[in-house]
């Protein structure tokens, strides 16, 4: 059956329901499932229509422009924000929420993120990250929402003269308040729950004389660090260095379990796709950053939940210019070929 965007529909299996927001190419269709479940693309077979179809959109209006304030630049930042991309099994179900680090702001920062359920040190980490970057930091398994889940994130903007000051800040993640901030964001080309920690980094302010702290030594250690740049010898030329790991860079990326991790029985199996798309999104960040201009993934054959979430994954992805699953001597019909602008 062929679905149409904005259409209701329904899992033939679970029940669940969603609407389309997008058709992909292969017989598949997005799906905005309902109750803050994210998106998720599934093969057409599986579902069936709820209701009768949405009526054409009418003809929109021209929109009057709005004249821009004078004191409004040309650049907008967002501030540091937390993003928690909903990771779906197969019946469209999260049971993990992978965590990223967003710095819109002008300035590098240092950070440290701690995250909790009750007094419990789930993980924490700490480093840097650019101006406008993102960074993968580590998931958060869906049941710890229902104990008392915790983020604690402390950073310092990079200033010309070294490290600023500290800014801290305590989120209390709760159910429904974290469900209700589902929303688009661009940077990681879907939905996920947003959180804006720091809506700037104000570089004259300090951090509030309640925030605790670090027993860590984590962010001390790393404002150290750049506070000993000033006195180090020049840095070694990052052309060379880029140079060499584009060199020693794999055009290829195994993504069956047992090329991934060591004991691939340890993963569990709802946990098994998320994996192998960690591993590609950090594959394809670090081509993006080498200039790579292709690569091969090799997912098998066939049209499993893999080679779907895969090409679900480059559809419309920030600096690919196309990508196929074509035959090829070396690989047959179980890669998939991308090729980078």
Known sequence: MAFIINQRVRMKRTQNVGTVTAI???????????????????????LEA??????????????????????????????????????????????????????????????????????????????????????RLDAVAYGWLNEKLSCELDCRPILPEGPGPRHFQQLRIKGQQFFDKLEDVPELYRDAHLYVVFPSLDTTATAPASAPQLNTGSLRAITQQELNKKSVAPAKNVTNFDLAEKLEFETEIDLHLPALVKDPAAVPKHLVLQTQLKHLDAYLERAVRLGVDRVFIIHGVGSGALKRAIHSRLHGMRYVRDFRNEFHPKYGTGATEVIFD
């Open 24 to 46: 992909l190419p292969g017989g598949v269709v997005q799906v905005r499932w309902d109750g803050g479940s994210g998106l998720l693309p599934v093969p057409e077979e599986v």
């Open 50 to 135: 709820v209701g009768a179809a949405p009526p054409p959109p009418a003809a929109l209006a021209k929109p009057i422009p709005v004249p821009q304030q004078a004191n409004q630049g040309p650049e907008e930042y967002e501030g540091v924000r937390l993003a928690f991309d909903p990771q779906l099994n197969n019946e469209a179900e999260p049971v993990a929420f992978e965590v990223y680090l967003l710095n819109g702001t002008p300035h590098k920062i240092l950070y440290e993120l701690k995250v909790l359920t009750g007094s419990n040190r789930r993980w924490s980490k700490a480093g840097q990250l650019e101006a406008g970057g993102k960074k």
